[in-house]
């Protein structure tokens, strides 16, 4: 196309910083103030999830106040956090403070 080299490669976009602009890009989410009964019916819906091992779908803010999300198909259950055992096998500790939503699948 250009015979400039020099100008060709400066348009370059290595995936390490196309995902550093990606992760900038994201909005700053502060954790939520749930209701007491938003939080019943999230315990409801763990309860439930952790009695019929049905797999949950966690959207919370994680620690650098974005939101993400993550497919439990295990749940086990501590005061204040829950530890959510996904395809992957590796447990994921989610504070119960950062929770969004959770959806049964």
Request: glycine share 2%; net charge neutral.
């Amino acid at each position: 196309m250009y015979d400039n080299k020099l100008w060709e490669g400066h348009r370059l976009l290595y995936p390490q910083q196309r995902d550093n602009w990606l992760q900038d890009r994201k909005p700053k989410v502060s954790p939520p103030n749930l209701t007491e009964e938003q939080i019943e019916r999230l315990e409801q819906r763990i309860a439930y999830a952790q009695k019929f091992q049905v797999p949950l779908l966690i959207r919370y803010v994680d620690e650098e106040n974005q939101l993400a999300e993550v497919i439990a198909f295990r749940l086990q259950t501590k005061p204040g956090l829950i530890i959510c055992l996904h395809d992957a096998g590796k447990p994921q500790p989610i504070s119960f403070m950062r929770i969004t939503d959770i959806q049964l699948l």
